[in-house]
Nanobody, 120 residues
């Protein structure tokens, strides 16, 4: 069973860069046709898709966040990382990492989520 765990600071100041890491266990982030995804949920709102890094290392970001987003990976640690620059209070949300699997066309596994608040 694949497990995902988010980690990172819970409080970030405006204009700074938010950085979160997702540690994966029970499976490799290089497994074919898996897309390692970041998703967030602002308070009182629905889920917002941020982007992914694929099993091959390719990335794709939400057009609305693309200019501020970078997702990278460390295969030796089986981790992938989200960086979101120039944050504002509107970036306050619960951030989730998840695994989208091509064979099932679904998000098969999710982390528990981590609250990030942007405030001075």
């Amino acid at each position: 069973q694949v497990q995902l765990q988010e980690s990172g600071p819970g409080l970030v100041k405006p204009s700074q860069t938010l950085s979160l890491t997702c540690t994966v266990s029970g499976g490799s982030i290089t497994t074919n046709y898996c897309y390692w995804t970041w998703i967030r949920q602002p308070p009182g709102k629905g889920l917002e898709w941020i982007g992914y890094i694929s099993y091959s290392g390719s990335t794709y970001y939400s057009p609305s966040l693309k200019s501020r987003t970078s997702i990278s990976r460390d295969t030796s640690k089986n981790q992938f990382t989200l960086q979101l620059s120039s944050v504002t209070p509107e970036d306050t949300a619960v951030y989730y990492c998840a695994r989208w699997v091509g064979s099932t066309n679904a998000y098969d596994d999710w982390g528990q989520g981590t609250q990030v608040t942007v405030s001075s």
